[in-house]
């Protein structure tokens, strides 16, 4: 087992995956996950909306603005539709970039994600504190010349100083050329979004879990998207961001994409 893989400590990860309904989680993590859910219950539902989410945004990208490059930051263990395997369902020849820099995350990635034969999927080993690693790993495999949706799915909340977050975002931005987007969510503890119970949830786990979590208010979270064209309906509820339907409820995640002008 690779040591630097905690099996004594939950990890986000594994927790998520839990919540998703993945067997890639060890007892502490069903545990932790188990405690979280009792501060803060829809917080299994917050995961699959997130999930689904993903979903509806690579696929409205792909097939309605031709998106043929992702990176996807933060990328978690791999589930059902996975960013690949949505966006190559629609655009075979598109290639995908996995970041991630926990052990078993890219462990799992390597044996499970395998892609088209026309299009490329890769796995870079980076912390999303380090952008620019991120881009120069990237770059061999998308072509920084074309537009690229750069995936930000709950990951900006481990960036717990919130200019840091920004400074990774404007990194990011100012590497993909005119056309590209960008693709976030965010937990928050926004009374509008039922984001209250969170509170002591986070707390939970910031004291029992790594890597330690922050929520974001909508201003903090707007801030981004700055010089970004958002698309409609704008910073919502993940759940809430063009569903299939009408149906379903609101959870404390923002979720939001922006076009590079």
């Known amino acids: 087992m690779n040591d630097r893989i905690r099996t004594d400590v939950a990890h986000n990860a594994r927790v998520w995956n839990y919540w998703l309904g993945g067997k890639d989680n060890y007892p502490v993590d069903r545990a932790v996950g188990d405690q979280v859910t009792a501060f803060y219950p829809s917080i299994g539902e917050v995961a699959r909306a997130d999930r689904a989410f993903l979903g509806r945004a690579v696929t409205h990208l792909a097939a309605d603005a031709g998106v043929r490059q992702f990176l996807d930051i933060g990328t978690g ?12 369902r629609v655009a075979p020849d598109a290639r995908i970039v996995y970041v991630d820099n926990d052990p ?4 799992h990635a390597r044996a499970l994600l395998t892609g088209t034969p026309e299009g490329r999927t890769e796995y870079v080993d980076a912390d999303a504190h380090d952008p620019e690693r991120i881009v120069a790993a990237a770059a061999a495999t998308l072509d920084f010349s074309r537009p690229v949706a750069v995936m930000m799915l709950g990951i900006l909340n481990f ?3 919130t200019e840091e977050a920004r400074s990774i ?37 910031n004291e029992n879990a790594t890597p330690p979590i922050t929520a974001r208010d909508r201003a903090e979270f707007v801030s981004f998207l700055d010089g970004l064209d958002v698309l409609e309906p704008g910073v919502v509820s993940c759940a809430r961001w063009r569903p299939a339907s ?11 994409v922006g076009r590079k002008p």
């Open 77 to 88: 263990l791999p589930t059902a539709d996975n960013t690949h395997e949505v966006a190559q």
């Open 104 to 107: 078993i995350v890219l462990t």
């Open 159 to 161: 960036v717990l100083d």
């Open 169 to 205: 975002v404007r990194t990011l931005m100012a590497a993909v050329p005119s056309g590209s987007y960008l693709v976030l969510t965010h937990p928050t503890l926004e009374p509008e979004l039922g984001g209250e119970g969170n509170k002591a949830a986070m707390a939970f786990w």
């Open 246 to 256: 009408a149906a379903g409820h609101t959870v404390a995640q923002f979720g939001a």
